[in-house]
C-alpha cells in the first residue's frame, strides 16, 4: 500500500509527458505507436485521462484572464495555461486531495511542451502525409499499403497510419477511395461530421459545408454521424450515431450530425468525373452550371429563372466551359455574355 502514491505520481507523471510529446509538430507514427502500447495498461490509460481532464478544466479560466493582467503571470502569453492554473484545476486525490501529484505533471508537460496553450488549435496526432489539388487539378496517390486515393478538384486529405487502423481527414473537396483489403486495421475517412469505415472497396465521398455525400461502387462500408475529439483524434473519432452499412450503388447523405438518408444512385456516373467528364442525367441547367464551375475560374452564370429550370442530359468535359456553352447552343435558343472571368447564359434578346 505504501508503494501505491508513488506509482500513481509516476504514471501522471509519464502521462504528462506524453501528452507533451504527442503535441510536437514532427510527432511520428513510431511515438505514436509506443504511446497506444503504454496507454494499453488501463493504469495508464486512466492516469492519461486525468491529465486530459486537469487541461480540459483550464480552458474556461484561461480563456476568461483579462489581457492586461499585472498579476505574477502578467508576462504570459494571453490564453496560455500558468502553474497557479494547473493546481486549481487539478482534480483532488483521495482523502488528503492531493493536488501536487498532478499538477507537477501537468507543469512539466507545459514545460516539456515549450509554452504551447493547450487552447491552442492543433490536435494531438502523429505527423501524416497531406495531399491537396487545386482548382481544376486532379491527382492519384498510393499509399503504403497500396490503397489509392483519386482527388477531385480543391479537395484535400491528410492520411495516417496508426498500430489499429488507417485513418484519413478529409477536410475539403471530393476523393475516390480504392482500398486495399486488410483484416488487422480498418481504413476509416473521417469527412465532416461523418466516419465512412471499410476494409477492402471503393467509395467515393464528397464533402461540401452542408452536406457529405458516401457513393459506394464496390464492397461494403458503413457510415456514421462522428466528430473528432477535442485532444486526440487519432486515437480514433468519437462515432455520435449509430452505423448505417452501405451496399454497392447507394449512397448515403449526411448533413450536420443526423442520421445517414440513404438512396440508390447511379454511382458510375457520379464517379465520371475520374475520366475527366461529369455525367448529368435530366438535371437543371442551374444545376449543370454549378456542378461544372467546380472545375474552372472561368464561371458560367445563368440568372433568368426560367431559363435555370430547363432540363438536360449528356456528359461534358471538365474545366472546359466554352464547350459546354458551344454545345448548349445546339439544344437550346440562348445567346451568351462574356467577361475576362465569367460567361453569362442569357435568353435571346426578345426572347
Do not use: H
Not at 486529405?157 to 475516390?176: F, I
Not at 451496399?247 to 440513404?262: C, N
Amino acid at each position: 500500500m505504501t508503494d501505491q502514491p508513488r506509482d500513481e505520481d509516476d504514471r501522471i507523471d509519464a502521462a504528462g509527458r506524453w501528452y507533451a510529446e504527442l503535441r510536437r509538430d514532427d510527432v511520428t507514427l513510431e511515438t505514436w505507436d509506443a504511446f497506444l502500447a503504454w496507454e494499453a495498461d488501463p493504469a495508464n490509460a486512466e492516469a492519461f485521462r486525468a491529465v486530459e481532464r486537469g487541461l480540459g478544466a483550464l480552458r474556461p479560466s484561461a480563456a476568461a484572464a483579462p489581457a492586461n493582467d499585472t498579476g505574477p503571470d502578467a508576462g504570459a502569453v494571453p490564453g496560455s495555461v500558468t502553474g497557479q492554473d494547473i493546481a486549481a484545476a487539478a482534480p483532488p486525490r483521495g482523502r488528503g486531495g492531493r493536488v501536487a501529484w498532478i499538477a507537477g505533471a501537468l507543469a512539466a508537460c507545459l514545460v516539456v511542451a515549450l509554452g504551447v496553450s493547450v487552447l491552442a488549435a492543433g490536435q494531438l496526432r502523429p505527423a501524416g502525409e497531406i495531399y491537396t489539388t487545386a482548382l481544376g487539378e486532379q491527382r492519384t496517390v498510393e499509399l503504403a499499403d497500396g490503397s489509392r486515393l483519386t482527388l477531385n478538384t480543391n479537395s484535400a486529405v491528410e492520411v495516417a497510419y496508426a498500430r489499429d487502423r488507417r485513418l484519413v481527414r478529409q477536410t475539403g473537396g471530393q476523393v475516390y477511395f480504392e482500398v486495399a483489403p486488410s483484416d488487422a486495421r480498418p481504413f476509416q475517412v473521417l469527412a465532416g461530421e461523418t466516419l465512412t469505415t471499410a476494409t477492402g472497396t471503393e467509395f467515393d465521398i464528397w464533402l461540401r459545408p452542408a452536406e457529405t455525400t458516401i457513393t459506394l461502387l464496390e464492397g461494403g462500408v458503413s457510415v456514421a454521424p462522428a466528430r473528432e475529439g477535442w485532444l486526440a483524434p487519432w486515437r480514433g473519432p468519437q462515432v455520435t450515431g449509430e452505423a448505417v452499412p452501405l451496399a454497392p450503388g447507394q449512397q448515403a447523405r449526411l448533413a450536420a450530425s443526423a442520421a445517414p438518408e440513404i438512396a440508390a444512385v447511379d454511382s458510375t456516373a457520379l464517379t465520371s468525373w475520374r475520366s475527366g467528364f461529369v455525367q448529368f442525367t435530366d438535371v437543371t441547367l442551374a444545376e449543370a452550371v454549378r456542378e461544372l464551375n467546380r472545375y474552372s475560374a472561368i464561371k458560367l452564370r445563368v440568372t433568368d429563372p426560367e431559363l435555370a429550370a430547363e432540363r438536360l442530359s449528356g456528359a461534358f468535359p471538365t474545366g472546359d466551359p466554352d464547350g459546354f456553352v458551344e454545345t448548349l447552343e445546339l439544344y437550346l435558343p440562348i445567346r451568351t455574355v462574356r467577361t475576362a472571368d465569367t460567361i453569362l447564359i442569357a435568353p435571346p434578346r426578345g426572347g
